[in-house]
């Protein structure tokens, strides 16, 4: 299997010291458990459950509860939240350990939001560019500290109904990019998951939040959730080769030396890519024609080829 290094990483604006992304060794600062008290129950995921709470400030607060997994992996969702400071990513507010359960929990300022999953279904094209810009401006930022969030989907994203900020939030999956390195394809959500991940190609880079930001895209633009809507995990690459095409996927793994097998999988599928146009109304060309050029742009197989979330922004769908 060939390694490469992403081609954003000499870009990236992170510290030269291992510490900053050496969650293995870190030590954990934490507050009292005592200045906040759960009040109801919001929500639960796989390695988590979040309330809504009251810090002795009266302040309200979401409190983020981790389940029981290894040190490792909740080191680095509180050190990667420690390192990231930005108006569309959820800030980090303390962190408290329950000794007696060893449990910890992480607590996030309170805003009065709407899930994204049924915010976005309401926007109009103006509204598209303003919450993708968001989300874009989000990745930059999180790509410029070296870090990959391994998980962008609208389940990860609220919108502040005062000040209009989207935030993107559960940072439990992602991760530091050190480059040459090898790391688990067994991330994101199956409908935003990346050809890469697919294909079981580890030594992935950004590019794999963009292609996620790009199925989120599409779904807004095409008005088709989700777009790529493979029934179950196996069945994901198909409904990727559906548009994409065999052929590029045939150089694709070629090129990285990655095993063929995965083409007896979309042996029925059209060697060549489908025009994304093809999923619009001709009378509605115009107004989503910018959006589905960048759209090409992102949906191609190689990684190493997508626009970066600095090329995204500057693509002429938000001027």
């Not at 680095?76 to 400071?85: D, G, N, V, Y």
């Not at 303390?94 to 049924?118: A, T």
């Not at 999923?279 to 090409?296: A, N, P, Q, R």
């Amino acid at each position: 299997m060939k390694i490469t290094t992403s081609k954003y990483y000499a870009n990236a604006n992170i510290e030269k010291n291992e510490a900053y992304y050496d969650y293995s060794n870190y030590k954990i600062e934490v507050g009292d458990i005592d200045n906040y008290q759960i009040v109801q129950k919001m929500g639960r995921g796989r390695y988590s459950e979040v309330f809504e709470g009251v810090a002795s400030t009266n302040a309200k607060v979401v409190i983020k509860v981790l389940k029981p997994v290894r040190s490792t992996k909740i080191n680095r969702e509180i050190l990667i939240l420690k390192h990231l400071e930005h108006k569309n990513i959820i800030r980090l507010k303390d962190v408290v350990l329950d000794s007696s359960s060893g449990m910890y929990s992480l607590i996030f300022d309170y805003m009065r939001h709407q899930e994204s999953l049924s915010f976005f279904d309401k926007l109009n094209l103006n509204h598209i560019r303003f919450y993708s810009r968001q989300i874009l401006e989000a990745l930059n930022y999180t790509h410029s500290k070296g870090i990959i969030h391994r998980d962008i989907k609208p389940q990860n994203m609220i919108v502040d109904l005062h000040s209009k900020q989207l935030k993107i939030l559960d940072w439990g999956l992602g991760e530091f990019y050190i480059p040459e390195k090898e790391y688990s394809v067994r991330v994101a959500s199956r409908y935003y998951k990346a050809p890469e991940l697919l294909v079981g190609y580890s030594y992935y880079d950004y590019s794999l939040d963009i292609w996620s930001f790009g199925c989120i895209l599409a779904e807004l633009l095409l008005k088709k959730r989700p777009f790529f809507h493979g029934m179950k995990k196996s069945e994901q690459i198909q409904e990727v080769a559906r548009i994409l095409g065999v052929k590029d996927l045939r150089s694709y793994l070629g090129k990285y030396e990655i095993s063929e097998d995965i083409l007896e999988k979309v042996a029925d599928m059209p060697e060549e890519r489908k025009p994304l146009l093809d999923f619009v109304d001709k009378e509605e060309y115009h107004l989503v024609e910018d959006g589905i050029d960048l759209l090409e742009k992102i949906f191609i197989y190689d990684h190493q080829d997508r626009p970066s979330a600095a090329e995204c922004l500057s693509h002429r769908f938000f001027d």
